[in-house]
């Protein structure tokens, strides 16, 4: 018998000693999945860092943006990215209040990079990763002219969007040096 078999074997008859009946089926599927596919695993793998690796191709402007982020945003950030709530406001914010510091692209985030690896794989919210690489680089441009980084005619690709000097990139210390 081999090990697993000898495994399920003890395993129903426990199950019949302490509980009076066999629990077959569950001994018999032990549920450990199925292997993932590499096609499966491209789908995870879209991950873009600070320093631009991992950016796809394609390209795109504000102006062709703007459809995209009235038809796909705007729904929950508002056609100025104005939002209905911190967690939904794009554009504005100030992180020098003496209050709660109001987090945004504009006050908030040190890189455009990281920005459309953000809207490439978690938003819409109701439907991640439904957007073509060409409509996130759009829509990306979008939100930075919303926050008035960029004017609605600047080119984002994967070279240009590692170029752009977001308001808040001093505003954090890295301490990944740290021991
Ligand atoms: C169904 C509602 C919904 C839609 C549609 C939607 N978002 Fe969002 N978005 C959210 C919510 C909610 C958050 C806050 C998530 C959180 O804090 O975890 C968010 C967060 C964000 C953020 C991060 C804001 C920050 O400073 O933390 C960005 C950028 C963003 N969305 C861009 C977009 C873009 C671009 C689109 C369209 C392609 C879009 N969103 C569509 C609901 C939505």
New binding site residues.
């Given amino acids: 018998m081999s090990l697993p078999n000898k495994l399920i074997a003890i395993l129903v008859t426990l199950a019949v000693s302490q509980t009076g009946f066999v629990l077959v089926s569950q001994a018999q599927s032990v549920g450990l999945g199925t292997p993932i596919s590499e096609s499966q695993l491209t789908d995870f793998d879209q991950i873009a860092g600070p320093d631009g690796s991992g950016l796809p191709a394609g390209s795109g402007t504000a102006l062709q943006g703007q459809a ?2 009235e038809t ?2 705007a ?3 508002a056609l100025g990215g104005e939002g209905s ?1 911190a ?4 554009v504005g914010g100030d992180m020098h209040s003496e209050g709660t510091p109001l ?3 504009g006050s ?2 040190p890189y455009a990079s990281t ?1 459309f690896d ?2 490439r794989r ?6 991640p990763k439904s ?1 073509s690489d060409v ?2 680089y759009q ?2 441009a ?2 930075l002219y919303l926050n008035g980084i960029i004017d609605q005619y600047k080119l984002l690709n994967s070279d240009s969007l590692t170029e752009i000097d977001m308001p808040n990139k001093d505003g954090f210390i890295d301490f990944s040096q740290t021991q």
């Fill in positions: 995209v982020f796909q945003c729904v929950c950030h709530s967690a939904t406001v794009l987090r945004t692209v908030y985030w920005l953000y809207i978690a938003m819409p919210a109701t439907a957007l409509e996130v829509v990306t979008y939100v």
